[in-house]
Structure formats: C-alpha cells, structure tokens
C-alpha cells in the first residue's frame, strides 16, 4: 500500500519570501514522486518529478524538491514566492512495483501576499 | 510541446443520463488513466489503461463506469447513469512508458449533474 500525506492544507506567504510545501510519503516500492500545480479552474501540470536519480530535483518556476528516504519526504520548495504561484499544489506517489498507480496528496493551497 | 486535450470543457446533465467525456492522449503514448476531483477534494485515481483492456481500477469504477479507445486516437469514459456525486472534475492523463515520469495531465472536463 502506499500514502500521501500532505502536511498543510494552507500555506500563506509574503512574495519574495522562500516558499516550503511538505510532503510525506509511504511506499512498499521504490516509488517515483511528482510534485503537481493546479491554478484555478485549469488542469494539472507538471512541476519536477523524482525517479531515483539525483535525491534533489529541479523544476519549473524556480521550484526544486528534494527526496530524502530516511525522512521518507520529498518537500517542495522555492527561495522565493511570486504572485503567480499563487495555486493548489499536489504531492504524488507513483507505485513502480506493480500496475501503475497513482496516489495524489490532499493538496496544499499556497496564497501569495503582495 | 506535446499535450493531451480532452472535450467537452465543461458538461452539464441530468441524473440518470449517460455522458461520455472525450479524450485525446499524445500520439506516441501507450498508458492511459483517468482521474477525478470532487470539489473540493484531492484528485482520485479512477482506470489505468494498457494494451487496449484496463490494467487496474479503483473501488470507484464501479459497472457505472466504462473506458473504451475506439479507434486508435480518442480514450473515451463513459457513465451509464450519472449520480449527483458523479459531478467532478475529470482529468484524463496519459504516459508513454508506463512510469510516471512521462505521464501529461490533460485540462480536465468539468461535469455536473443536475
């Protein structure tokens, strides 16, 4: 079996300041990990995803995550929040050990004070 | 670059109808999902696709619910008789190899049923 715990379901920065979205996971395989963003009303896209290559993982948008198994976390993070990052985000867990499927977080909403 | 469009954007039904939300994954891919968001809620896994049958269903895809890629372009979900709590947002996905790390979100149709 495998989980997604997303820490925050809120997260509220000032712009400019470093953004940090956490994330948890539990996975019986080696799992590959996605961090998705989802703006109002618009569909899912892609931000970086971890397939068991380097541990830190770049991006889009300035945002990198890094994938630390003995925490088994993989946080989001970005040295500094823009207005337009304002948006839902979405840590998922990838089951690489069997049929493919896929485990989204509950999300984290990220507000952007100007 | 390359992008997985889905159709309608948006639908409006009424319970006991059946809809059919249109998909049309990347050329080159050969996995095929779809997904769904209640309002409010995270985004659930419904079907994976693979090799024209299904590779793994959710508890969700229950006999209400049926996939079909009728001529080698369009990955189609059908819904006999649509509920209330079938309205979501529904995002169908498609990946090339089958690991995730290839795998594009479409935009999303967004259903209601009345």
């Known amino acids: 079996a495998q989980s997604v715990t997303q820490l925050d379901s809120h997260v509220s920065v000032s712009e400019g300041t470093p953004v940090l979205l956490r994330c948890n996971y539990s996975?019986?395989?080696?799992?590959?990990l996605f961090w998705y963003v989802q703006h109002p009303n618009k569909g899912l896209q892609l931000l970086l995803k971890y397939t068991s290559a380097a541990t830190l993982v770049k991006g889009i948008n300035g945002f990198e995550a890094e994938f630390k198994k003995s925490e088994t976390s993989f946080h989001l993070t970005k040295p500094s929040a823009h207005m337009s990052d304002a948006a839902e985000y979405f840590c998922v867990v990838l089951n690489s050990g069997g049929y493919q499927k896929v485990t989204f977080g509950t999300g984290t909403k990220l507000q952007v004070i100007p | 670059e390359p992008e997985v469009t889905q159709t309608p954007s948006h639908q409006v039904t009424q319970m006991g109808q059946e809809v059919i939300l249109r998909c049309v994954p990347i050329?080159?891919?050969?996995?095929f999902y779809w997904y769904r968001q209640i309002l409010g809620q995270k985004v659930e896994f419904l079907v994976s696709f693979y090799n024209n049958e299904i590779s793994e269903k959710s508890e969700i895809f229950d006999d209400q619910f049926s996939v079909e890629r009728p001529d080698g372009s369009n990955f189609t979900l059908k819904i006999r008789s649509t509920k209330l709590e079938d309205s979501a947002m529904y995002f169908c996905?498609?990946?090339?190899?089958?690991?995730?790390?290839?795998?594009?979100f479409g935009p999303g149709t967004r259903l209601l049923v009345l």
């Open positions: 050329s080159n891919h050969l996995y």
């Open positions: 996905a498609s990946d090339l190899a089958g690991g995730g790390e290839t795998q594009y």
């Open positions: 996975s019986s395989y080696s799992p590959s």
